[in-house]
C-alpha cells in the first residue's frame, strides 16, 4: 500500500471510532413514508426524539424508535460515563432498499405490476458540540 492510500485508510480508521450510529436494513414500507418520520427528528435532541416515536400514529415509528435506542446504546458502549442527555441526532438517511416486484391481474388478461418497496435507515448520534465542529469543517 502506497503512502498517500495508509494515510488516508488511518484518517479513515480514526473517524470510524468517533461513529455511534446504528441501521436498519430492508424494512418493508417505502422510503418516503419513512423519510417523513426521518425529517421530524433529524438534529433534535434523543429524548425528545423518542417521545415524538413513541406516540407517533405513523407505523414506521417503531422500528425507527428501535434503531435510535440501538444508536443511544452504542453511543453508551463506547462512552462510558459519558452524559446522555446531550445527544443529539446527527445524521439520519433513508435510502431505498430492495424493491420485490409482483404482479396484479388487471382486465382482458393484462398484469398490472404492484413494487414492494423498502428502505435501508441509518441513524448517526452524537453530542450538540460534536455536531456543531462537523458542519464548521464543511
Known amino acids: 500500500m502506497g503512502t498517500r492510500k495508509k494515510i488516508a485508510a488511518d484518517a479513515r480508521k480514526e473517524k470510524r471510532k468517533s461513529y455511534y450510529g446504528a441501521s436498519l436494513n430492508n424494512f418493508p414500507t417505502s422510503p418516503r413514508k419513512m423519510r417523513l418520520l426521518a425529517d421530524l427528528i433529524r438534529g433534535q435532541k434523543v429524548e425528545k426524539v423518542l417521545a415524538e ?29 459519558g452524559d446522555e442527555s446531550q445527544l443529539v441526532i446527527k445524521t439520519i438517511m433513508v435510502d431505498g432498499g430492495r424493491t420485490l416486484k409482483r404482479m396484479r391481474p388487471a382486465p382482458q388478461g393484462r398484469g398490472y405490476r404492484v413494487r414492494k418497496r423498502s428502505n435501508h435507515v441509518t441513524v448517526i448520534v452524537g453530542t450538540k458540540e460534536e455536531a456543531v465542529e462537523t458542519k464548521e469543517t464543511k
Open 53 to 81: 416515536l413513541e406516540h407517533n400514529p405513523k407505523h414506521p415509528a417503531v422500528p425507527l424508535r428501535k434503531v435510535v435506542l440501538s444508536a443511544i446504546n452504542n453511543w453508551k458502549q463506547k462512552n462510558e460515563g
